[in-house]
Structure formats: C-alpha cells, structure tokens
C-alpha cells in the first residue's frame, strides 16, 4: 500500500480564480490519477497523470481547465482554473503501482462561492 | 469497460451478515472485481479483489460464481463503523498501463444499532 497526502484538506474559493491541489505518495508508484466526487455523486476520472510528459485526460476534461503536473514518481498536481460554483466538488488523486490495484488519497474539499 | 449495477442503499442491524449483489454482465475476460469502501470525507478504502470463485481477507469475502456475471460482497457481523458506500468495480487491473477505474454509482449501507 502507500500513504498519500493532499493539500489542502479543504479550500473555499472565488469563482474566477484558480486552485492548485497537490498530490505526495510516501513510495514511488508506477501511476497517479486525479478523479472528482461532485456532491452525493460517485467518483469520476478526471486525467491520469504521466510522470514528465502530458496528462492524459477523460472525455469532457479539457487541459486548460484542468492542468496537471507530475515531475517525478511521487509528486502530483492539479489545477481547478477559472472557478465557478459548479466546481464545487471534492477532488481525489489515487495511486497504483504495477499490476496492483488503486489507493485514494483523503480527498480535497473545494466549495466555490 | 463492464457496467456494474448494484442496489442503491441497504439498511442492516449490527452483529448481522451484510450482503451486496453485483451485476456485471459484459465482465471481460481479463476483468477482475474489485470493491471499495468510502466513508463521508474520506477517499475509497480497497477492500477485496478476485477474479473466480471466493476470496475471503479479514475485512470481507467475495463470492464470484462460474459464468462471473455477477459477484457478491459479504461482510460478516458488521458494526456501526461500517456504514459507509460500498463500490463495485470492474476492469483488467493487471495491466501496469491505463489502470482506469469506472466507479458505479455504489450501494448505500446503514448499520442501525
């Protein structure tokens, strides 16, 4: 397994601005992917996140609204921009190593005013 | 990847057995099952992965019969602690690239004492 970090916990935002989440594993995995739970909602995949090269992301997640870095084996971000109420989520970044399955991160609280 | 159909919520009593039902029907060959447990504010939490038959860890087991359309999470003599959403989970996690997860909408347990 691994221990995954999230900062921060919980963050409450203008719309309009942007929020940078970050992501640190304890251990070098092979994977990293960032997901988001809307309210009440299941979890949907938003990119996975490739070590030195560009994120791959999901249909209806776009780059310029979801940026996403991962300089090294253990570290991750992701960037909500140009915040509008909608959001308002809570965002996750998982972890896998090879052939193993995923481990999720605490979670990030994002409201949006 | 397989579609997952699970009840929405369950509602038990602590000390007893809690079972929940999967329905995958496209399962793949190559598919493994896999559930996850998520508390309120918390990321999901692996529980237990098979491919065939039983599989049993000190948390849960999980009965996967023969055709592998459906699979069937068992908790034995749940508490309190162990409401929480429940999700079931279909897809090739063996292979190191593109382990992505599709998270249904997931089952609702509420253990009343």
């Known amino acids: 397994s691994a221990v995954i970090s999230q900062k921060p916990s919980r963050d409450i935002c203008q719309r309009g601005t942007s929020l940078t989440i970050q992501c640190q594993v304890d251990s070098q995995v092979t994977m990293m992917f960032w997901y988001r739970q809307q309210p009440g909602q299941s979890l949907t995949l938003i990119a996975t996140?490739?070590?030195?090269?560009?994120?791959?992301?999901e249909s209806g997640f776009v780059i310029d609204k979801f940026p996403i870095s991962r300089p090294n084996l253990t570290f991750s971000t992701l960037t909500v921009s140009n915040l509008s109420p909608e959001d308002s989520s809570i965002y996750l970044c998982?972890?896998?190593?090879?052939?193993?399955?995923?481990?999720f991160g605490p979670g990030t609280r994002l409201l949006v005013l | 990847l397989a579609k997952t159909t699970q009840p929405i919520s369950m509602d038990s009593y602590e000390g007893q057995e809690v079972n929940i039902t999967c329905s995958h029907n496209?399962?793949?060959?190559?598919?493994?099952i896999t559930w996850y447990q998520q508390f309120p504010s918390q990321g999901p939490r692996f529980i237990i992965q098979?491919?065939?038959t039983k599989v049993t860890n000190e948390v849960a087991s999980l009965f996967i019969p023969a055709d592998r359309k459906s699979s069937t999470l068992s908790l034995p003599r749940v508490s309190l602690s162990d409401t929480a959403v429940y999700y079931c989970?279909?897809?090739?996690?063996?292979?190191?690239?593109?382990?992505?997860?599709?998270f249904g909408g997931g089952t609702r347990v509420l253990v009343k004492p």
């Open positions: 996140a490739n070590q030195g090269s560009e994120a791959t992301y």
């Open positions: 989970l279909v897809g090739d996690q063996i292979k190191a690239a593109g382990n992505k997860l599709t």
């Open positions: 496209n399962i793949a060959t190559n598919d493994y």
């Open positions: 998982s972890v896998a190593f090879a052939s193993e399955t995923q481990y």
């Open positions: 098979g491919y065939k």
